[in-house]
């Protein structure tokens, strides 16, 4: 086992242990991927502020979530077909999640279903949700969410119709995966994958088959899937999902502060500034660029997290100091469970935990809710300013 002290170097075996279409599915963007790459090169654009003789001996990462206390200001995002890099991959990356002490956020378009994830924990997890077409669908969704006691409803809004990712379409992304002779003959040499998925049940949607009209196999799900998204979603529309739901609400995709305030207004609780981690609109601007704007408009009127882009601890670090009072992580934690299972989802927290802790005590701070942008050196012009 190669000594893992890095995201990246769980990158680099991920790649290696999981089919290519998976690994393509989760470290893609649409277009040229341009969104996709600033996401994560903008971080390394802000310097931090380097201080000396501080006392640092008692530190404390500590915080909440709507709500919620958390090791860290750190959930685990909702990322579609996760029990595709590693068979039950939701349930192992909720169990990790659970022990760790941060939110996991299951997605509509999981392999596991709500309720196989809900067998397999002890605690509270969250749920995302698509704004789909099938009223019908979406409220029984919420149902079976609610008698899971799921803590939070994650409503992603930027999911209206689906931006154009080649290697996906290149790949023939499906699950379970259709087999062409280029497939089937790298699957071939993913001899732990292989075995692992052999090993479950779970190889389709199973939140939406049987579940869905008309979705029985994977046949008509791939139908339904092409028809699912909802192109005239609006603020009232969200609305009325916020009033189905009794509990905290997350509204995730929020890049503008014209909608940042929107969604204050519907009665969310929070809200993540999130491009879909460069995934829907290239060109857009990267998450933490948006960040700071987003946090003026709305102040203290509701949390704000940020999503997209982050790798390191350090990353986490910087999106606090600009406001955010937490963040998503969603490829850093594939990246874990794909070449590792459980054990590298709690390994990429692990890592996640112990840069931000140590970056922060450097920048001479011990708790994670005295972080400001004092800490930080911001190229000028880096946010805001912007001629339209």
């Known amino acids: 086992m190669p000594v893992i002290t890095c995201i990246e170097d769980l990158r680099r075996l991920y790649e290696r242990r999981v089919p290519r279409m998976f690994y393509d599915y989760a470290e893609t963007g649409s277009w040229t991927e341009q969104t996709f790459r600033e996401n994560s ?14 006392d640092m001996a008692e ?16 959930a685990l995002a909702p990322v579609g077909l996760t029990g595709m890099q590693s068979a039950d991959g939701e349930i192992k990356a909720a169990r990790a999640a659970e022990r760790f002490g941060v939110p996991f956020t299951l997605s509509t378009l999981s392999i596991c279903s709500i309720e196989d ?6 605690k509270p997890f969250w749920f995302q949700v698509y704004t789909l077409r099938d009223e019908d669908f979406m409220r029984h969704l919420f149902e079976r969410a609610a008698a899971a006691k799921c803590s939070a409803l994650v409503i992603t809004v930027d999911l209206q119709m689906m931006g154009q990712r ?11 995966p259709k087999l062409t002779a280029r497939s089937a003959a790298n699957m071939m040499t993913k001899v732990r994958w292989g075995l692992g998925m052999l090993g479950t049940r779970r190889r389709e949607f199973r939140n939406v088959v049987g579940h869905a009209k008309g979705v029985s196999d994977p046949g008509s799900l791939a139908k339904w899937t092409a028809e699912a998204f909802d192109p005239s979603l609006d603020w009232e529309k969200i609305r009325q999902f916020r009033k189905m739901w009794d509990g905290p609400v997350i ?26 981690g460069g995934r829907q609109l290239d060109g857009a601007l990267s998450s933490i660029r948006a960040l700071p704007e987003i946090v003026e408009a709305v102040g203290d009127k509701i949390e704000v997290h940020l999503d997209s882009g982050i790798r390191t601890g350090q990353d986490i670090l910087k999106a606090l100091a600009m406001g955010a009072k937490g963040v998503m992580v969603g490829r850093a934690f594939v ?25 922060m005590a450097l920048c001479g701070r011990t708790d994670v809710h005295d972080l400001d942008r004092d800490i930080l050196l911001v190229p000028q012009g880096f946010s805001g300013n912007w001629e339209s």
């Open 335 to 359: 990246y874990g469970l794909g070449a590792m299972g459980e054990m590298g989802v709690t390994r990429a927290l692990e890592i996640l935990q112990k840069e931000l802790e140590t970056s």
């Open 59 to 74: 530190r404390s990462t500590a915080s909440q979530m709507v709500g919620q206390d958390v090791s860290m200001p750190v």
């Open 41 to 54: 090169t903008d971080f390394q654009k802000i310097y931090l502020r380097q201080r000396v003789a501080i």
């Open 117 to 122: 994830v809900a067998e397999h924990t002890t």
């Open 166 to 176: 080649h290697k996906d379409i290149k790949n023939g992304l499906s699950a379970p």
């Open 251 to 276: 509204i995730k995709g929020i890049m503008d502060a014209r909608d940042a305030r929107e969604a204050v207004n519907v009665g969310a609780d929070a809200i993540v500034v999130s491009n879909h």
